[in-house]
């Protein structure tokens, strides 16, 4: 793959024509000619692109850009996303879980049928959260499920939690456990939320090796990235990992079909996730398997 200066990628109008140049031929007319680098990646074949991680609704403690739902999916759009795994933000600090996922699904529905595919949240400690389950599975027909365990109050050691991967599992639900949502220098003063624990995962994970889960905004550093690198079943997205190397390194550090693309939009930028994995030196097949294949395996398991 063709590797970019940075400063190039961030000049604005560059940095939209590496994005939709997954999809859309760029020709000389819309491309600055001092760019012809830029011209050449965005004359590259087609791809498809599966993002694993936004959400939609509104962020508790600031608005957001592309809050709304039909500019977030027109952002998408532009951008080539074939696919993008929606949760809610509602589900962090709702109580009623059942009415946040009744929401995303019709969300969905509405405002981006083509795009958006729901995963509903479920919370382990609340009462009948079996019954949400199901119905992300049954009613909703949706392929996976998000969890947040630290803005929800538990760690992975509880018992529920073991339970809640073994009954997503014989459902085929892909899981997502979000391992942080904020910088926590960034955090509000009323609310301070620590990154989720993630020592006691591989454990887990090995006894029920049948599930499919991908930690989404972590690093992909340390020693418990360590650990869970040895542990089939256990996947990683990109929307955290740092460095410009970082997608490279995080690729050749894990069995490569263990990594997905994953922006956190609206809550990053979604062209920095982009950029990110054009500054790494993948090689062709890295770059499909990051952008979809990896992805589109791991969905193509569920029951829908």
């Given at each position: 793959m ?20 997954l999809?859309t031929a ?17 004359n590259?074949?087609v ?7 936004v ?8 608005r ?18 074939h696919?993008?795994?929606?949760g809610?933000f509602?589900g ?21 049928r ?24 049954e009613?909703?027909?949706m392929?996976g ?9 538990y760690?992975l050691?509880?018992?529920?939690f073991?339970?809640?991967l073994?009954l997503a599992?014989?459902r ?5 456990l ?9 955090q ?14 591989a454990?887990?994970v ?17 020693t418990?990235f360590?650990?869970?690198v ?5 996947y990683?997205?990109?929307?955290r ?8 390194r995080?690729?050749?550090t894990?069995?490569?079909d ?7 939009a609206?809550?990053?930028?979604y ?5 990110k994995?054009?500054e790494?030196?993948l090689?062709e097949?890295e770059?499909?398997?990051?952008l979809c ?8 398991q569920t029951?829908?």
């Amino acid at each position: 793959m063709q590797k970019f200066d940075r400063r190039e990628l961030l000049g604005g109008t560059l940095a939209g024509a590496v994005a939709a140049g997954l999809h859309t031929a760029v020709t000389a007319e819309n491309v600055p000619a001092a760019a012809p680098r830029m011209q050449r990646a965005a004359n590259e074949q087609v791809r498809r692109v599966i993002d694993t991680n936004v959400s939609l609704f509104q962020w508790p403690f600031r608005r957001l850009p592309l809050s709304e739902t039909d500019a977030l999916t027109g952002k998408l759009r532009s951008r080539g996303i074939h696919q993008a795994w929606a949760g809610s933000f509602e589900g962090l600090l709702h109580r009623d879980i059942a009415g946040v996922n009744s929401r995303l699904a019709e969300e969905c529905r509405r405002h981006g049928r083509d795009v958006l595919i729901p995963f509903g949240t479920v919370n382990p400690t609340l009462p009948d959260w079996e019954e949400d389950l199901r119905r992300c599975a049954e009613e909703h027909h949706m392929p996976g499920i998000r969890l947040h365990p630290n803005y929800h109050g538990y760690t992975l050691d509880i018992p529920e939690f073991a339970r809640l991967l073994r009954l997503a599992s014989e459902r085929h639900l892909v899981v997502q456990l979000v391992a942080a949502m904020e910088d926590q220098r960034t955090q509000s003063t009323l609310l301070h939320i620590a990154d989720v624990d993630l020592t006691p995962l591989a454990e887990i994970v090995r006894q029920i090796p049948t599930v499919k889960l991908v930690i989404l905004n972590h690093k992909a550093t340390g020693t418990t990235f360590t650990s869970l690198v040895k542990t089939p079943g256990i996947y990683f997205d990109i929307s955290r990992v740092n460095a410009t190397d970082g997608v490279a390194r995080v690729m050749r550090t894990l069995p490569a079909d263990r990594v997905v693309f994953g922006t956190h939009a609206p809550f990053l930028i979604y062209e920095s996730a982009m950029i990110k994995v054009y500054e790494s030196e993948l090689t062709e097949p890295e770059m499909s398997a990051v952008l979809c294949q990896n992805a589109e395996l791991l969905i193509s398991q569920t029951q829908v």
